[in-house]
């Protein structure tokens, strides 16, 4: 493919793990190309080569803090960083009119509602999880959850990350529930169970609980469990390669290249979406 026809792509948090993960996937992509890499201010890793920081050699690309310069004349900027800076990027990705794919977890109620004002003008996708597998997974949970009443079928979010992930439930187990919570007909916020701790008393029928787990070098299991008196269903998912997200995440970049401006999310490219 020439260089007039490659997507130019802006990775934010180049230099972490996840950071480095899409690099070499965008390098290794067909049509798509490292445009810029950013990190935050005090990173120790400004200034270096990007494509020697992730492992695929020299590519002329230093990592920068300057998100103006690393937009410019960029097709799309690949999200995996925190709350607060999702948000400014948001804004950013609406004034260059570019797409924005958001694999950040944690964003609170306010930071989703600027999020979505910024689609007004960029091409937003948004995921708890940029796999289509645990996508898919969600699909499947809300039709589970539509099936089986609330009448006699508790259900349980299970999930296990890595020892640094600093958010629980994660975004995978909250995307999850709410899909459980859509076959249900409830709001989440209404029904969730996030912790028990001492005497607690009976489950209380109709909720959605959530257990969290954390430890070693987990890259993400997670567990939808249906229980009646007399049967359990699970439904779970096991990424073993943070490879998979960038996969995900560049799989998005492709759909929504050529989409209107609007806030999305996985079910959208996986083509469930409302």
């Known amino acids: 493919m020439s260089e007039t026809n490659m997507r130019m792509v802006v990775v934010a948090g180049a230099a972490g793990r996840m950071g480095q993960t899409l690099l070499r996937s965008i390098h290794a992509s067909e049509g798509m ?80 509602e600027k999020i979505k004002a910024a689609a007004r003008h960029a091409r937003i996708v948004k995921s708890g999880n940029m796999s289509l597998g645990v996508n898919l997974l969600g699909v499947l949970v809300r039709q589970a959850a539509q099936a089986l009443s609330a009448q006699g079928w508790d259900i349980e979010v299970l999930e296990m990350h890595h020892n640094k992930k600093v958010d629980a439930p994660s975004g995978t187990a909250l995307l999850l529930g709410m899909e459980a919570a859509k076959g249900r007909g409830v709001k989440l916020g209404e029904h969730a169970v996030r912790t028990r701790d001492g005497h607690t008393g009976a489950r209380e029928q109709g909720t959605i609980g959530f257990a969290t787990l954390r430890g070693g070098g987990v890259v993400g299991d ?52 409302k």
Not at 222 to 241: G, K, P, Q, W, Y
Not at 243 to 260: C, M, N
């Open 33 to 112: 190309k490292i445009h810029a890499a950013l990190e935050r201010p005090d990173s120790p890793a400004l200034g270096k080569d990007a494509g020697e920081l992730c492992g695929i050699g020299p590519i002329g690309v230093p990592i920068t803090a300057d998100p103006l310069q690393a937009l410019l004349k960029a097709d799309a900027l690949i999200d995996f960083t925190s709350p607060a800076s999702t948000v400014e990027f948001a804004g950013l990705a609406a004034q260059a009119r570019i797409v924005h794919v958001i694999g950040t977890t944690g964003c609170s109620p306010e930071d989703d």
């Open 222 to 273: 997670h567990s939808v469990i249906f229980a009646s008196e007399t049967e359990m269903v699970t439904l779970s998912h096991r990424a073993n390669d943070r490879a998979l997200f960038a996969e995900g995440a560049l799989a998005a970049v492709r759909w929504a290249i050529d989409k209107k401006p609007g806030f999305y999310d996985m079910l959208d490219v996986l083509g469930f979406g």
